[in-house]
């Protein structure tokens, strides 16, 4: 015997003693505390007890309320569930379900009872017959193969399935449950539950993620191209053309700054100004470079540099941040003026 059925058993007892303990109802969450199981468990027992008719669930407000019942029709019984429900016997025959089970795949109650499941008609039950006509296939949809499994190994099982393409696509969640008659033998009971708007929803979140994503990926490519462009600019141009923070450390420069200051682009980024300046020029160029920050305003100066002397025009303009309009940094073009300074 299963190690699983004599547990399972028990923590049935455990909860009808419970349930008895306290004629006047209890909620899954009470049990689930007093039986110390989760409450999942507990609410799969007590779909087991309810369908045999040995629990009545009453509704109370927002919650769910269970107590120990009289004998009960199981049709009546079964129909207090949201979801759809079948029981099957051993061998697979449909032996009670409720009235949403019928609605949903369109049945006749007098016509499928006491059928095998695989000659009603529905996708969770189809089967296809393969070359060798004693050797059964099954669609994707069918649930038949874990119900076989789910019966034979005397085990729970959650499975979920799908039929149907594009927006004509079911998706169900189903629930076996090996269940115990009063006559002592045995059958599992299926709950269905619909989650197709659950995954179409979840698939229209991919979508979109994925949407983002492109358009993250084109937006990145469109930045890295304009980069790309803007420092071809400043490389063809004559001028020193250089971006510093805050800190007066460079954070862009053209080819003609590393061309005058002679160090490559790696050595200069990063470093402050006055690593390469005297103290004099350093200086000055905090004095322009604060007041384009206090100011948020461009600032032009003249300034004279190297032996033999030249003369620039130095034109510090303000970067500033897109949504708060606070200067970020400070783009410095420094142009060469000595031959209109003579």
Request: with cysteine.
């Amino acid at each position: 015997m299963n190690s699983k059925t004599p547990r399972k058993n028990g923590n049935i007892r455990e909860i009808k003693q419970v349930l008895e303990d306290n004629p006047s109802g209890m909620t899954i969450r009470d049990i689930s505390r007093e039986v110390d199981l989760n409450r999942n468990s507990v609410a799969k027992y007590l779909e087991i007890l309810t369908i045999s008719g040995e629990v009545e669930r009453k509704r109370i407000g927002p919650a769910k309320v269970y107590s120990l019942s009289e004998k009960v029709p199981l049709s009546a019984v079964l129909d207090y569930s949201d979801d759809s429900i079948a029981v099957l016997d051993k061998s697979m025959k449909l032996v009670q379900a409720n009235r949403n089970f019928f609605e949903s795949f369109n049945l006749e109650k007098e016509e499928v009872l006491g059928e095998s499941v695989d000659e009603i008609g529905i996708p969770p039950f189809e089967r296809n017959e393969g070359e060798d006509e004693s050797v059964p296939a099954f669609p994707s949809g069918s649930v038949i193969p874990e119900i076989q499994s789910a019966l034979n190994e005397d085990e729970e099982r959650n499975v979920e399935v799908s039929f149907g393409e594009g927006s004509d696509a079911c998706y169900l969640e189903v629930d076996m449950i090996p269940t115990t008659f009063q006559n002592g033998m045995t059958g599992i009971t299926l709950i269905f539950k619909d989650i197709t708007e659950r995954k179409k929803a979840r698939k229209q979140c991919e979508k979109y993620r994925e949407r983002l994503e492109e358009l993250v990926k084109e937006r990145t490519e469109e930045v890295r191209r304009t980069k790309e462009r803007l420092r071809s600019l400043i490389n063809a141009s004559d001028d020193s053309i250089y971006m510093v923070d805050e800190d007066y450390r460079y954070v862009l420069v053209n080819e003609e700054l590393t061309r005058r200051i002679d160090a490559s682009e790696n050595e200069i980024i990063g470093e402050k100004f006055e690593f390469f300046h005297d103290e004099e020029e350093t200086e000055e160029f905090r004095k322009k470079v604060g007041e384009v920050f206090e100011t948020g305003k461009t600032v032009k100066h003249r300034h004279s540099w190297e032996d033999p002397e030249r003369h620039f025009l130095r034109t510090l303009s303000p970067v500033k941040h897109t949504e708060s309009d606070d200067v970020e940094n400070v783009v410095v073009v420094s142009k060469d003026v000595t031959t209109l300074a003579k």
